[in-house]
């Protein structure tokens, strides 16, 4: 088509809405990030279950507190889509193996977990690897420090879509990067995490609270925040 036939420049510019200006200075939380931790206190968390001890904050770390009884850890807010920031660290002493060590994990919306692990020269089913949807997908790459180091979790999680009758429309999505790297691209959840059997949908709030899992092994965490995503309807 000749240059005289397009139509003008101007006709593919957008100019709103203009997105929302934030600040994301050298060293700190985007302006708009929720902390939900920052080294200071426990504030945002709470046990699952009540009555149950919290976890403990040392040197600036949340640290999973050994309980006779697991207790998973959740947020007071609940969330939806959201990118999500987390550092965490499993023990330097290397005890147990496989699924034994440094096991802990994010389950998003309280349901839908991205494994932590201590993979680094760790052998396991590899949808149980670090950053593994648990039991549903693999890691693009094993990218973990070993234990005792500090690691970075940046993710992007979409909840799943369901109609008024409780059909899912469209599926939990995840892309992670771990370490920086990225390990999961757009991957669509079958479901709820399950230990055993088939993941299978079921209808359920638009937003959870966050959860971080208690698996006997004292996993640290620090500088948690999220920030809450509106993103734009598909286009047709
Ligand atoms: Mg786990």
Excluded at 17 to 41: E, K, M, Y
Excluded at 77 to 92: K, N, S, V, Y
Excluded at 177 to 195: D, E, K, M, S
Aim: proline residues 11%.
């Amino acid at each position: 088509m000749a240059a005289e036939e397009l139509p003008p420049p101007e006709a593919t510019e957008q100019w709103t809405p203009v997105p929302a200006v934030i600040a994301a200075p050298t060293g700190s939380v985007p302006s708009d990030a929720i902390v939900l931790f920052d080294g200071r206190n426990l504030d945002a968390w709470e046990p699952v279950r009540s009555g149950e001890p919290g976890w403990k904050i040392k040197d600036g770390a949340m640290v999973i507190v050994p309980n006779p009884k697991p207790c998973d850890q959740r947020t007071k807010i609940a969330l939806g889509d959201i990118q999500l920031h987390l550092e965490f660290r499993t023990p330097a002493k290397i005890e147990g193996s496989g699924q034994g060590r440094g096991n802990s994990g994010i389950y998003f919306m309280g349901l839908y977990e991205l494994q932590i692990l201590d993979s680094w020269h760790n052998e396991t089913y590899v949808n149980g690897q670090a950053a593994s949807i648990y039991k549903q997908q693999p890691p693009l790459v094993n990218v973990s420090r070993p234990p005792g180091e500090w690691q970075t979790y940046d993710v992007v999680f979409i909840a799943p879509r369901f109609v008024a009758d409780g059909r899912l429309t469209s599926p939990a999505c995840m892309t992670a990067f771990h370490n920086g790297v990225l390990v999961q691209y757009g991957a669509a959840l079958c479901g709820p995490t399950v230990f055993r059997g088939v993941p299978c949908y079921a209808p359920h709030a638009a937003k959870l609270p966050l959860v971080l899992q208690d698996h006997r092994n004292p996993v640290a965490f620090r500088n948690i925040w999220v920030r809450e995503l509106t993103l734009p309807e598909a286009k047709p």
